[in-house]
């Protein structure tokens, strides 16, 4: 291991989480562990009730592995940050991983720009490696270029970036109400929220096979509940109501609707008594990434 080698170990872990997809872990595991930075790996096993947790510790026995009694979605991250002793994590899920010399250049660039929080990567979708299209929107981000890293944005992917690790802590992590489905936006705000600085960093590279064991009607619920949630937990009340029009009014089928409405108004006590209002500032920001969709 060469010295730059060795400080990006001892600065950077990575963190997967993963449930119930062995044949997909297994190949990221195999990309990580063949990085020439040598990363640490923790693996979050998310209540599998396939082989994942024989896996791991059979073929990867330099990898930590949590297995987690039960299902706790994004939150299982949680469990695995709690492990990190660097001050930088990466993450990926089950799905993705990070590409070679990807992690040294966030260390990099963390290293040298303190007020960066978050780096989100360039994603590679496939095997024809596409650009994720969310890429495609961070890069006309209206909010500005920060200096020789990439555009500054409001919000991040959760299985393609690195995050200073005292971020992530102090912003409390992803909330397990959310359990999955657009629950990088609340923690995104909470991050901003405390003058950290959200980049888009194309120099860092995450391949993506997006995996088939997907329940998309349930996760577009999802996405939509979750993105309600979030507005009122953290918005003023006014802009609060014209975000949630707003996003229920991109939803184009009503059965769906309906009942991403319906999901929301369930949790109506959890966020009154979770609400924390954003600062005018922070709320600015993302009126001026909302009015460029």
């Known amino acids: 291991m060469t010295n730059d080698q060795y400080t990006v170990t001892k600065k950077i872990t990575v963190v997967v989480l993963t449930y119930n997809r062995s044949h997909e872990l297994r190949r990221t595991l195999m990309q990580l562990s063949a990085l020439p930075e040598q990363p640490p790996i923790i693996v979050v096993n998310n209540g599998s009730s396939d082989t994942t947790a024989r896996l791991v510790s059979r073929d990867f026995p330099e990898v930590k592995l949590i297995s987690l009694a039960k299902n706790w979605g994004a939150a299982g991250r949680n469990v695995g940050v709690d492990l ?57 981000s209206p909010l500005g270029f920060w200096k020789d890293v990439g555009p500054l944005l409001t919000g991040f992917m959760a299985g393609a970036n690195v995050m200073r690790t005292s971020a992530y802590i102090q912003a409390d992590g992803y909330w397990d109400a959310f ?46 509940r979750n993105a309600i949630w979030t507005c009122w937990l953290r918005l003023p009340w ?13 939803i184009s089928d009503r059965q769906l609707r309906r009942r991403a409405l319906f999901d929301a108004l369930l949790g109506f006590n959890k966020i009154v008594s979770e609400r924390r209002v954003l600062n005018r500032d922070t709320c600015e920001l993302l009126r001026r990434v909302w009015q460029k969709e």
Not at 93 to 103: A, E, G, I, M, V
Not at 131 to 137: A, E, M, Q, V
Request: glycine letters at 6%; a negative charge; one cysteine or more.
């Open 179 to 224: 359990f999955i489905g657009g629950e990088e936006s609340l923690i995104a705000m909470d991050i901003l929220n405390c003058g950290g600085k959200i980049v888009y960093a194309p120099e860092l590279v995450v391949r993506h096979l997006p995996s088939k064991q997907r329940d998309n009607k349930l996760r577009q619920r999802l996405i939509a």
């Open 84 to 140: 990190v002793k660097t001050p930088y994590v990466a993450f990926c899920d089950d799905d993705t991983w990070w590409t070679p010399r990807s992690l040294e250049i966030a260390v990099d660039i963390l290293d040298y720009h303190p007020e960066i929080a978050v780096l989100n990567a360039r994603i590679l979708v496939g095997e024809d490696k596409k650009l994720d299209p969310s890429c495609s929107t961070m890069e006309e």
């Open 238 to 250: 006014r802009l609060a109501w014209s975000r949630s029009k707003e996003i229920l009014g991109q």
